[in-house]
């Protein structure tokens, strides 16, 4: 729903939480004692799916089982349009506001002193009962990422405990994709052994639990050995359906009514959306989707390893494309799950309550994830090195260390130097040098303190962190030793060679233990080397006489969001994603606004200055992407910058993750303060650097 729309309910929200605060008691549910529950055998099937999780969360968390009940139950569950609505219309809970909210659920204290769980629709209330087991303490990724949840003396919740909740996208699905070197290899060999199909209903059972726990409600399946898949049959539909989940094949079988004519959004692969919906097609009447990656195979290069798609940019183009109308459907393009964790749950988290993940912000998003999966205790630490590992790998990926590139199936797999003068590539070496102690020494805590949940953190933190550290020390001090530098200097080219093969050889050891834990469950799933591209390879050992490239001389750096002065429309303001862009500081400007960047230098004759701007490599919202540039008042410069999807451009933008646009300005006094103003001419326009220097010499020929 719109913004307004969200405003107008949470407003009802807040009423319906103070009325029901003035008349409920607490509740509690005390450790090793039955759990009583009313639900009504004639529930949907999903209904019954959720009782069943809850039913083993609660046996894990409380020792407790649960059992049905009547009138006295201390639980009682059930949808308005469902059987047990006479039930419900018993405990004095006032159920309006669930009134033309699909999928939405209450869960509230009575005054009584029990707990009703009730959803408009069936589905709603499944969410509701999932909802419970996250009062639990059990995450999403109990199973999936080996999160053990805590076993607690009781579960109390407080006097007046109300939560209503309603989904902002009506379609929120998961597409799984290139399930060869991961999911498929694993479920065939390690968890499923046996099963005739290509995956088959066991992995598909964990799927759709996942997808429940997370209020997924659509599934997309991967095309690859459909021929032989269990989730191309009747069957997996149906057992689909038992977890509230729609089932289909491609952007339309799936879809219910109108929607079904697949008015998408798509992103390019890399994260950038593609297309933004029209006037027109914002009137169509089974609205707007978007389809977008954090995995991606084909050119200019694969990601299908870390898991590294920013959570930023994510979030970014996300929020974009819903206020922009496309909050009817989202997909997301999730790889085989594995090592996508973090940005599963973010996708789903927007895609439920938008306005949430807003007002927390993806920083403390990512903290809270960890503390839920991992432990509190540590969360902020985690938190701060992730958000380092996903700022460093936007950067470069790990999967693009080598420079090499694919064209159609074709890889050209000769390596190459980075761009990157010799204080950069140090400088990033330094970084990564910290972060690997930072991560091992926090992982040797958890060890300590949190044996029960380290399975989580090596998953979830440290196997993607150090085997990305290790990933760029192989290609970092391979250009070093292959120009003849060494990178201590007790070092000499041999041992930083050396050094190569050994982070070569370490992210295999690493991938190893990820495949050893729990005993082997995850035997086969973590794949250092998909589609065994050039880049898994050890680096050769080959000589280059020619220079690194020489660091550049700047006369002033800047961030997008550290302007100095700025002329912005009201509300229609983005405020700056923190941890966005290269910078982690990049800004999006809005349409006909202005922002200026201030630096002081004194300069000892005329001359020009070159500006070189990095902005986002974002698409038109409308039909074109520009901006103007102008210095201490000089005539204003315009530019555009879109590149066409496969274009050459492209293929550099999305590798490097910035646009370069650069200006040559005259300078209209020497001393003193100098302005430099950008003004966006379109929606989309997101500054991440802008670098001063001065302008190149031009010579007639």
Same mark, same amino acid.
């Given at each position: ?25 607490? #509740? ?333 912000? /993806? ?5 809270? #994830? ?122 000499? /080219? ?63 750096? #800047? ?130 650097? /802008? ?11």
């Amino acid at each position: 729903m719109p913004r307004r729309i969200l405003k107008t309910f949470a407003t009802t929200l807040v009423m319906a939480m103070t009325a029901l605060t003035l008349q409920a008691s607490a #509740f509690v549910l005390p450790a090793r004692q039955p759990v009583t529950a009313f639900i009504d055998e004639d529930e949907s099937s999903v209904v019954a799916t959720a009782v069943s999780l809850l039913e083993g969360d609660l046996s894990r968390v409380l020792q407790a089982p649960l059992s049905r009940a009547g009138r006295g139950a201390q639980i009682i569950i059930g949808s308005l349009n469902g059987p047990a609505a006479r039930q419900l219309s018993r405990t004095g809970v006032d159920f309006s506001n669930l009134a033309g909210h699909a999928q939405s659920f209450l869960v509230a204290t009575t005054a009584d002193g029990r707990l009703v769980v009730a959803g408009s629709d069936a589905v709603g209330t499944a969410y509701g009962i999932i909802h419970l087991t996250r009062l639990l303490g059990v995450t999403p990724w109990e199973w999936w990422a080996d999160a053990e949840p805590a076993v607690l003396p009781e579960l109390r919740l407080p006097e007046g405990y109300v939560s209503l909740q309603s989904p902002d996208v009506a379609y929120r699905g998961l597409r799984l994709s290139d399930i060869e070197w991961g999911l498929q290899p694993w479920a065939n060999a390690t968890y499923e052994p046996g099963t005739p199909f290509f995956v088959g209903p066991r992995t598909m059972q964990r799927v759709f639990e996942l997808m429940l726990r997370l209020r997924l409600n659509l599934f997309w399946p991967p095309t690859e050995g459909a021929a032989n898949a269990y989730f191309v049959s009747d069957e997996c539909k149906a057992q689909a359906a038992d977890y509230g989940i729609l089932f289909g094949h491609g952007p339309a079988q799936a879809l219910p009514d109108a929607m079904a004519q697949p008015l998408m959004c798509v992103d390019d692969g890399f994260g950038y959306i593609s297309h933004f919906p029209t006037p027109e097609e914002t009137a169509h009447a089974g609205g707007n989707g978007v389809y977008y990656h954090v995995s991606y195979r084909g050119e200019p290069h694969d990601y299908l390893w870390l898991g590294t798609a920013s959570p930023f940019l994510m979030y970014q183009q996300l929020s974009e494309a819903y206020y922009h109308g496309a909050y009817r459907l989202w997909v997301l393009d999730a790889g085989d799950i594995k090592p996508l964790e973090y940005q599963l749950q973010l996708f789903a988290d927007m895609g439920w309550d938008l306005a949430d993940v807003e007002q927390t912000t /993806v920083a403390r998003h990512i903290e809270e #994830f960890i503390a839920a999966n991992v432990s509190r205790d540590i969360a902020r630490l985690s938190s701060i090195y992730l958000k380092e590992h996903y700022h460093l790998s936007f950067q470069c990926k790990p999967e693009h260390l080598a420079g090499t590139r694919l064209n159609g199936s074709t890889e050209d797999g000769a390596v190459r130097d980075l761009p990157w003068g010799e204080r950069r590539i140090r400088h990033r070496l330094g970084r990564y040098d910290q972060l690997q102690r930072n991560v091992r020494w926090i992982a040797d805590s958890v060890r300590r303190v949190h044996p029960e949940r380290y399975y989580a953190f090596y998953q979830l933190v440290e196997y993607p962190i150090l085997a990305a550290a290790a990933q760029n020390d192989k290609y970092l001090m391979a250009q070093l030793a292959r120009h003849g530098r060494s990178y201590l200097r007790t070092d000499n /080219v041999q041992s930083t060679w050396r050094r190569s093969d050994e982070a070569h050889n370490l992210v295999q050891t690493l991938t190893l233990q990820y495949n050893a834990l729990r005993g082997g469950k995850w035997q086969g799933y973590m794949n250092s080397n998909p589609r065994a591209l050039a880049v898994f390879q050890p680096v050769p050992h080959v000589n280059d006489a020619a220079p690194l490239p020489a660091d550049p001389s700047d006369i002033a750096v #800047f961030y997008g969001a550290s302007y100095n002065a700025s002329s912005f429309a009201g509300s229609s303001v983005l405020d700056p994603v923190l941890g966005l862009g290269a910078s982690i500081r990049a800004m999006p400007v809005p349409k006909e606004c202005n922002v200026t960047y201030r630096f002081a230098h004194r300069f000892a004759q005329p001359q020009d200055l070159e500006v070189e701007l990095h902005l986002l490599p974002t698409h038109p919202i409308e039909a074109q992407q520009r901006f103007t540039i102008a210095l201490d008042g000089g005539e204003p410069q315009t530019f555009t910058y879109d590149a066409a999807v496969g274009s050459e451009v492209w293929r550099q933008n999305v590798t490097r993750n910035y646009a370069v646009v650069t200006a040559r300005l005259p300078l209209t006094r020497l001393d003193g303060d100098h302005d430099l103003i950008f003004t966006a001419l379109d929606d989309g326009v997101v500054i991440d650097e /802008v670098f001063v220097r001065n302008a190149p010499a031009l010579f007639e020929r």
